[in-house]
């Protein structure tokens, strides 16, 4: 069970959640600008819009930029789990193709490692 406190030392989750809120603060101001230019087109060609009140126009700007950064940070945190994972299962892999080559080499089996030539084969082919 983790303690308190004990998840800002926790390297890995820091950098997940550094990832998030980038993502957050990109998504927020791309949305933003959508909605920011939806705002001035209704300001300029709806007379309800025109008719609403600050506060809900603000509240409008802002639900815009928060389902924005939402949708953005849940996305560059998949993207940075996927390529954790990517890296961990290639690392992974490295280490047991090291353990193959490190077995046929104690064994002697020749080519491997590129010493020698496998018997049989052609050098130069």
């Not at 983790?2 to 030392?9: C, E, T, Y």
């Not at 820091?14 to 230019?37: I, N, P």
Request: charged share 25%; aromatic share 8%.
């Amino acid at each position: 069970m983790r303690q308190h406190g004990s998840l800002m030392k926790d390297e890995e989750t820091s950098k997940a959640a550094w990832e998030a809120a980038r993502g957050a603060v990109t998504g927020a101001a791309r949305w933003g600008a959508v909605a920011a230019v939806a705002g001035g087109l209704g300001f300029a060609f709806s007379p309800i819009y025109r008719g609403l009140t600050v506060q809900f126009k603000v509240f409008l700007q802002m639900s815009g930029m928060i389902l924005g950064s939402m949708i953005e940070a849940d996305k560059r945190l998949i993207a940075y789990e996927h390529r954790v994972r990517h890296q961990r299962r290639m690392a992974r892999d490295m280490q047991v193709w090291r353990q193959y080559e490190e077995e046929f080499e104690r064994r002697g089996v020749p080519g491997v490692g590129g010493e020698g030539n496998v018997k049989g084969r052609d050098p130069d082919a």
